[in-house]
T-cell receptor
């Protein structure tokens, strides 16, 4: 158990809909990251938040947005869903440079299926 | 543009022998390299990391070697055990002002250790 929790575990929805994925980082971790794993793309970085502020952005679509709240949990919002958005979405967290090696701890993921 | 590559999608070894997983990268600015292990339906689990200023890091049965001039790293597992069977991901990171940073993952190598 990494200490990172994600809900829901599975999500099935239709094209055009909007969903919210939730992540709670390990206790004390200030950074939260979102990654997408699809069959043909591998694990792709989407976005990072550090202590409530956006720190880095990857290939995140404009239809997707995220935020980190004062209690450090994070939400990833996916809107106008398309079939191609079906993937595993992972959240990870890391400490505030305590070890320096950017070791990130991953949650169990949310499997999104868009029908 | 794939900055981190794992050219072998799969590897099969006999129990007790050495497993060698390889990874190449293109960006010489990466600070840290990490290996993750992933079972189906679970999030990646951190295994071992190495800083760009070192050439070897060892943790029990796992050793990571870094050859900066060749932009190549490898993970050695000795001795291999059936429980090591999983997908192994190589990842590279450039740390942002001690506030973490995105991980760029390779495509993964599926290791199968046969009894």
């Amino acid at each position: 158990d990494s200490g990172v929790t994600q809900t829901p575990k599975h999500l099935i929805t239709a094209t055009g809909q909007r969903v919210t994925l939730r992540c709670s980082p390990r206790s004390g971790d200030l950074s939260v990251y979102w990654y997408q794993q699809s069959l043909d793309q591998g694990l792709q970085f989407l976005i990072q938040y550090y202590n409530g502020e956006e720190r880095a952005k990857g290939n995140i679509l404009e239809r997707f947005s995220a935020q980190q709240f004062p209690d450090l949990h994070s939400e990833l919002n996916l809107s106008s869903l398309e079939l191609g958005d079906s993937a595993l979405y992972f959240c990870a967290s890391s400490g505030a440079g305590t070890s320096g090696n950017n070791e990130q701890f991953f949650g169990p993921g949310t499997r999104l299926t868009v029908l | 543009d794939q900055q981190v590559k794992q050219n072998s999608p799969s590897l099969s070894v006999q129990e007790g022998r050495i497993s060698i997983l390889n990874c190449d990268y293109t960006n010489s600015m990466f600070d840290y390299f990490l290996w993750y292990k992933k079972y189906p339906a679970e999030g990646p689990t951190f295994l071992i990391s190495i800083s760009s200023i070192k050439d070897k890091n060892e943790d029990g049965r796992f050793t990571v070697f870094l050859n900066k001039s060749a932009k190549h790293l490898s993970l050695h597992i000795v001795p291999s055990q059936p429980g090591d069977s999983a997908v192994y991901f190589c990842a590279a990171s450039d740390v942002i002002y001690n506030q973490g940073g995105k991980l760029i993952f390779g495509q993964g190598t599926e290791l199968s250790v046969k009894p």
